[in-house]
């Protein structure tokens, strides 16, 4: 796998901040729990799927999986 988890969680920080967001506003506006956004913006923590879908839609970011 050529994406590494620092540069997932990188884009996760940089998108909420230039959003204005705070942990606790994505926590609130995606429904998942504010531990779970900070594990997300931790480099070692590898988000499962649906969370990270769920945080790419509220900060209206694009997945793509490629071959």
Do not use: F
Request: proline share 3%; net charge positive.
């Amino acid at each position: 796998m050529h994406i590494k988890r620092a540069e997932i969680s990188k884009m996760i920080v940089e998108k909420r901040k230039q959003l204005n967001l705070s942990q606790a506003d994505l926590a609130e506006k995606t429904g998942i729990g504010i531990a779970t956004v900070k594990r997300m913006e931790d480099p070692d923590y590898w988000p499962g799927l649906k969370q990270l879908l769920i945080v790419c839609h509220a900060l209206d970011m694009d997945v793509t999986i490629k071959e």
